[in-house]
C-alpha cells in the first residue's frame, strides 16, 4: 500500500514563503502526474499545481508567478514551493499522485495558514 507523507505546511504572514513537500512510502513505478489540491473552509477541493511526467506543469490562474511545483522521480517526490503568500491561500493542501493506470494516491494534508 503506497502512502504519501507531506510536510512543510504551517503558520506564515503575508507575502511570506513555504515548502511543501510530499515523499511516496514505496517505490511507485508508472507515474503520469504528481500534484497539489488544495481545500478551504467551505469550498471545494481545487487544483493548485500539476506536473506530468515529461516536466510540463498546470498551475491555476491564482497561483500563477507565485507557486513552483517540482519533482525528483529517482526518489518519488514532488513539491511546491510557495511565495508571495495571500490570506487566500489559506487551506489544507493535499499531495496527489497519478498512475499511468489513472489510479490516484492523496496524501493526508498539510494545513497551510496565511495571516494578514
Known amino acids: 500500500q503506497v502512502q504519501l507523507v507531506e510536510s512543510g505546511g504551517g503558520l506564515v504572514q503575508a507575502g511570506g514563503s513555504l515548502r511543501l513537500s510530499c515523499a511516496a512510502s514505496?517505490?511507485?513505478?508508472?507515474?503520469?502526474?504528481m500534484g497539489w489540491y488544495r481545500q478551504a473552509p467551505g469550498k471545494q477541493r481545487e487544483l493548485v499545481a500539476k506536473i506530468f511526467s515529461g516536466s510540463s506543469t498546470n498551475y491555476a490562474d491564482s497561483v500563477k508567478g507565485r507557486f513552483t511545483i517540482s519533482r525528483d522521480n529517482a526518489k518519488n517526490t514532488v513539491s511546491l514551493q510557495m511565495n508571495s503568500l495571500k490570506p487566500e491561500d489559506t487551506a489544507v493542501y493535499y499531495c496527489?499522485?497519478?498512475?499511468?493506470?489513472?489510479?490516484?494516491?492523496w496524501g493526508q494534508g498539510t494545513q497551510v495558514t496565511v495571516s494578514s
Open positions: 496527489m499522485i497519478l498512475t499511468t493506470s489513472l489510479r490516484a494516491y
Open positions: 514505496a517505490s511507485m513505478l508508472n507515474i503520469n502526474a
